[in-house]
């Protein structure tokens, strides 16, 4: 269990992140997708079915500490790996319920919410975002380019079974000639949402591509856009709908003193598995030398600076 940040969302405010299934040596993710716009990379292993895996118990220690130094709004299941492939995810969530207050989060691809033994694991969350890009089958496989067999139809019946809230996030984006901005996949995906609202009331998160990828065909989506998919989701289907924008993002500094090369691993680990941009990362560490060590690591080659089409905006990227 590798704990990482906290990182400013702009969906769950100040949020730290605990990844519960590292990538294999050698791989940047553990995942049974590679979605196209995948920050990533797309060297990941397919894993394909949820074990346990072990927590050492001195991990929630270390969590325990960093709660309290960093004051999270929520702790999120997120990282390198697909949270819900380990099964232990629903007793982590238990743990970190006995060491704090702070609501637990959990980002998935909900590939794995038509298992009954999943779906006990996520109810123990507080929230669970989970990803749908595309209404159709045929443009699931080129977005999120699954491992075969995997089946939409599924993980939005193993969604409607989720008993702990759920919002349904969407990346609205195009990468060449695939799109799901244009006007049918927008009125197909409504009627998804719909679906879904029918059986699990649900609220709706449209987000773009915003981080650096490997794919320079990528192509955002302004916030004009994303708001006027929003209001329809809102009026067409009755479904409370937030979309990303600048002014949305988190904008509070984290006060944080410690020493340079703890700085160092804390932002390594966090690279690893969320590119940031300096700011972002500098906002997480308030009062310590984070600019510092930065640009010491930039210079040194350990880091890179990606500039992003979006907003024109620098990542730091390892
Ligand atoms: S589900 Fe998440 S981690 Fe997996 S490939 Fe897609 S974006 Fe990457």
Redesign the pocket.
């Known amino acids: 269990m590798k704990i990482y940040g906290p990182v400013p969302s702009w969906r769950l405010g100040n949020s730290l992140g605990v990844d519960l299934v590292e990538a294999p040596p050698g791989y940047c993710?553990a995942?049974?997708?590679?979605?196209l716009?995948?920050?990533?990379g797309h060297k990941?292993h397919f894993m394909l079915e949820p074990a346990s895996m072990e927590l050492p118990p001195k991990d929630f220690g270390i969590l325990e500490k960093k709660i309290i130094e960093t004051k999270p709004d929520y702790i999120t299941f997120s990282g390198q790996g697909?949270p819900t492939l380990n099964l232990n995810l629903g007793y982590a969530a238990q743990r970190i319920k006995e060491i704090c207050d702070v609501p637990v989060a959990v980002?998935t691809?909900a590939c794995f919410a038509a298992r009954k033994d999943v779906r006990a694991n996520l109810d123990n969350c507080d929230v669970v975002i989970a990803?749908i890009d595309a209404p159709t089958q045929q443009l699931f496989e080129k977005i999120?380019?699954s491992a075969r067999g995997i089946k939409l139809a599924n993980i939005i019946d193993g969604i409607k079974l989720i008993n702990t809230k759920v919002c349904i996030q969407t990346l609205i984006f195009s990468c060449g000639s695939v799109t799901n901005a244009d006007d049918e996949t927008l009125n197909a995906l409504l009627d998804v949402y719909r679906d879904i609202n029918k059986s699990k009331p649900i609220e709706v998160l449209l987000g773009t591509v915003t981080r650096p990828s490997d794919d320079e065909n990528l192509q955002f989506v302004d916030s004009e856009k994303l708001s006027e998919i929003a209001d329809r989701i809102t009026k067409e289907c009755g479904i409370k709908a937030r979309y990303f924008s600048e002014s949305e993002k988190e904008q509070k500094n984290v006060r944080r003193k410690i020493s340079f090369d703890q700085l160092g691993v804390e932002i390594t680990d966090l690279l690893l598995r969320r590119p940031c941009t300096r700011e972002e990362i500098i906002s997480r560490f308030d009062g310590s030398d984070a600019a510092i060590v930065l640009d010491r690591l930039v210079d040194k080659g350990v880091l890179g600076l990606k500039l992003l089409d979006y907003k024109k905006g620098h990542y730091v990227v390892l």
């Not at 995942?31 to 979605?35: A, E, K, T, V």
């Not at 716009?37 to 990533?40: D, R, T």
């Open positions: 993710k995942c049974p997708f590679n979605c716009y995948c920050h990533l990941g697909e980002l691809n990803k999120n380019r």
